[in-house]
Protein backbone atom coordinates (compact mmCIF):
# COMPACT_ATOMS: atom_id res chain seq x y z
CA UNK A 1 0.00 0.00 0.00
CA UNK A 2 2.91 2.72 1.18
CA UNK A 3 4.97 1.43 -1.77
CA UNK A 4 2.29 2.25 -4.49
CA UNK A 5 1.32 5.12 -2.92
CA UNK A 6 5.07 6.82 -3.46
CA UNK A 7 5.15 5.10 -7.09
CA UNK A 8 1.44 6.86 -7.74
CA UNK A 9 3.11 10.53 -6.02
CA UNK A 10 6.40 9.66 -8.32
CA UNK A 11 4.23 9.39 -11.84
CA UNK A 12 2.26 12.43 -10.90
CA UNK A 13 5.74 14.46 -10.20
CA UNK A 14 6.85 13.65 -13.23
CA UNK A 15 3.62 14.00 -15.36
CA UNK A 16 3.45 17.87 -13.58
CA UNK A 17 7.20 18.68 -14.68
CA UNK A 18 7.10 17.03 -18.49
CA UNK A 19 3.54 18.72 -18.87
CA UNK A 20 4.69 21.85 -17.41
CA UNK A 21 1.24 22.13 -14.95
CA UNK A 22 2.54 23.65 -12.11
CA UNK A 23 0.33 26.32 -13.08
CA UNK A 24 -2.75 23.78 -13.23
CA UNK A 25 -1.76 22.58 -9.86
CA UNK A 26 -1.22 26.00 -8.18
CA UNK A 27 -4.93 26.81 -9.09
CA UNK A 28 -6.23 24.00 -7.96
CA UNK A 29 -4.88 23.32 -4.79
CA UNK A 30 -3.79 26.78 -3.82
CA UNK A 31 -5.69 29.70 -2.79
CA UNK A 32 -6.64 32.39 -5.69
CA UNK A 33 -7.87 35.88 -6.06
CA UNK A 34 -11.45 34.39 -5.97
CA UNK A 35 -11.27 32.35 -3.45
CA UNK A 36 -9.40 35.33 -0.99
CA UNK A 37 -12.66 37.25 -2.24
CA UNK A 38 -15.27 34.98 -0.60
CA UNK A 39 -12.87 34.50 2.30
CA UNK A 40 -13.31 38.96 3.15
CA UNK A 41 -16.64 38.50 1.84
CA UNK A 42 -17.83 35.74 4.05
CA UNK A 43 -16.12 37.57 7.24
CA UNK A 44 -18.13 40.41 6.22
CA UNK A 45 -21.17 39.44 6.51
CA UNK A 46 -20.42 37.55 10.26
CA UNK A 47 -20.03 40.66 11.11
CA UNK A 48 -23.07 42.35 10.12
CA UNK A 49 -25.18 39.55 11.28
CA UNK A 50 -23.40 40.23 14.60
CA UNK A 51 -24.40 43.80 14.48
CA UNK A 52 -27.98 43.74 12.66
CA UNK A 53 -31.26 43.78 15.14
CA UNK A 54 -32.98 40.70 16.19
CA UNK A 55 -35.50 39.24 13.40
CA UNK A 56 -39.19 40.55 14.51
CA UNK A 57 -41.95 38.24 14.69
CA UNK A 58 -45.04 40.17 12.82
CA UNK A 59 -49.39 38.59 13.13
CA UNK A 60 -52.15 39.27 11.01
CA UNK A 61 -54.38 41.47 13.05
CA UNK A 62 -56.99 39.47 14.29
CA UNK A 63 -59.67 43.03 14.71
CA UNK A 64 -59.51 43.75 11.14
CA UNK A 65 -57.92 41.15 9.45
CA UNK A 66 -55.96 43.19 7.08
CA UNK A 67 -53.00 45.13 9.01
CA UNK A 68 -50.04 43.51 10.22
CA UNK A 69 -49.04 44.09 13.95
CA UNK A 70 -45.79 42.65 15.72
CA UNK A 71 -46.63 39.76 17.65
CA UNK A 72 -46.56 40.64 21.39
CA UNK A 73 -44.14 38.50 24.30
CA UNK A 74 -46.33 35.68 25.88
Same mark, same amino acid.
Given at each position: $? =?????????? =?? @???? @??????? $?????? +???? +??????? +?????????????????? =? &????? &? #? =??? #????
Amino acid at each position: $M =IFSKLIINQV =IK @HFVK @HFKMDRV $MNYVFN +DNEL +DKKVKEL +DEEVKMLIAVAHPKRDFV =I &CEECK &C #K =IKE #KEDE
